[in-house]
């Protein structure tokens, strides 16, 4: 590779691109070495990228991103065996803080435009080690050749093996992680239109709760493409592996489901995908620097999986080290000690705040996975059947009736345990 790079980019996603071009965007030269021959086609999620991540990323040019549709409608249901109940539902078609996009198209998108501003690209080049040198990361090791910079960035995706590597990060834990699947189905625009009640450019997302195993901690999405809707979940790995059931078991049962199946009749099947997602959060992120290193995006375990978002982390912590990579190059020093800025900065940033929030939601959530998953979604629909039907019986005596099925239906210590659970979240979110 005759170039000689100031900085070296492991991965060619919205946090390594955004990282590429922060630093580019101060005068460095960088080059992003990615693993994949086509740019995007090795990168899953679930479908959807917030905005305002990209205007800070694209200020001039964030319209002419390839968009699917504008996401205006927003709904919760909790599903039972055969039934369903929709906890909320949120519509506003002038609000458009997320869009759905194509991650081949999205992530080709992406690379264009940097290197219409002088990044360059390295595609189906593997990093197998990285080089240190008296303690400092100096440079990387390839299948053909080794390259060399001041600063390495990685921001390899969730299974970070290179931060693991040079202990940055332990091994993750088969409970901190989550396994999503994902089918993209085709589907005529104008029966999508009709279906969710949509314009061309407006976007649906559902997500569930229940309805599959109560021992597996899942959760379900949905999204509205131009041609295509996309149905999936996400599964804790241990829980899988503890029970022995294949992620694409849980999404046929899913898919099976009367709710599900309106929702997808008529489709054809033309992807499915899979994908491990950090969800440690908080208390499990990897360290972010060391000597002549930063890490951004999934590999640093930027993930809130209470709100799906992880794209807008990865492209904020992605500025932040190119910002952190100038700043050193300014002083000439690659240490620890300057590039702890990187971390002092994420920890001002929403990033960190936000996880912080959720530091124990998804801890919380696990260990009462069977309230969540299989309890409260049937007491929803036991209330729901109750109270609209009109049989005869007086309401009074229908709400005596749900009230005495819903605190002698469980153990009591149950409940309480789910209300202190849930209540300490609260709490820390709000604080």
């Known amino acids: 590779m005759e170039i000689k790079p100031d900085v070296i980019v492991i991965g060619a996603g919205p946090a390594g691109v955004a990282a590429a071009l922060s630093a580019k965007r101060k005068g460095l030269n960088v080059v992003v070495i990615e693993r994949g021959k086509n740019f995007g086609t090795k990168n899953m999620f679930g479908g959807a990228v917030y905005l305002e991540s990209l205007k800070a990323l694209f200020p001039d040019s964030w319209e ?30 002038s609000h458009k803080s997320s869009a759905t996009v194509f991650r081949p198209k999205f992530d080709e998108w992406l690379v264009e435009e940097a290197k ?36 390495t960035i990685i921001a390899e995706g969730a299974n970070s093996l290179l931060t693991e590597q040079i202990g940055l990060k332990k091994k993750n834990d088969s409970k901190d992680l989550i396994l999503g699947v994902k089918e993209i189905i085709k589907l005529d625009k104008n029966l999508i239109n009709q279906r969710f009640n949509l314009k061309d450019d407006e976007g649906k997302v559902l997500e569930f ?13 949905f999204y509205t493409f131009k041609n295509h809707i996309a149905i999936g979940l996400g599964a804790c790995l241990k829980d899988l592996g503890d029970k022995k059931t294949k992620p694409y078991e849980l999404l046929d049962k899913l898919k ?95 990033i960190i705040t936000d996880l912080k929030s959720y530091k124990n939601a998804l801890n919380a959530v696990y260990k009462r996975k069977k309230s969540v998953g299989e309890f409260y979604p049937n007491i929803m629909s036991d209330f729901f059947k109750k109270f609209t039907s009109a049989n005869g019986v007086p309401k009074k005596k229908l709400l005596k009736e749900f009230i005495k099925d819903f605190f002698f239906s469980r153990n009591i210590k149950e409940i309480i345990a789910d209300c202190c659970e849930f209540a300490k979240v609260f709490i820390e979110v709000i604080k």
């Open 64 to 93: 002419n991103i390839p968009f699917e549709r504008f996401n205006i409608s927003h709904s919760f249901e909790f599903l039972t065996q055969n039934g369903a109940s929709t906890a909320f539902s949120y519509f506003d078609e």
């Open 116 to 151: 219409k501003e002088g990044v360059y690209f390295a595609p189906s080049t593997t990093v197998r080690n990285l080089i240190v040198e008296d303690n400092k990361v100096v440079g990387i090791k390839t299948d053909i050749e080794e390259l060399k910079a001041p600063l």
């Open 209 to 221: 709760f229940g309805g599959l195993d109560p021992d597996i901690l899942t959760l379900g999405f």
């Open 256 to 350: 099976s489901h009367p709710q599900i199946q309106k929702l997808i009749e008529g489709g054809e099947v033309v992807e499915y995908s899979a994908h491990l997602i950090p969800d440690g959060g908080y208390k499990k992120l990897s360290k972010l620097y060391s000597s002549g290193v930063l890490v951004v995006g999934d590999a640093a375990g930027f993930i809130n999986p209470v709100h799906f978002e992880g794209t807008n982390l990865a492209i904020h912590s992605g500025l932040i080290a190119g910002e952190v990579a100038y700043e050193a190059f300014n002083k000439k020093d690659f240490s620890s000690k300057t590039l702890s800025n990187y971390k002092k900065k994420i920890d001002k940033s929403f």
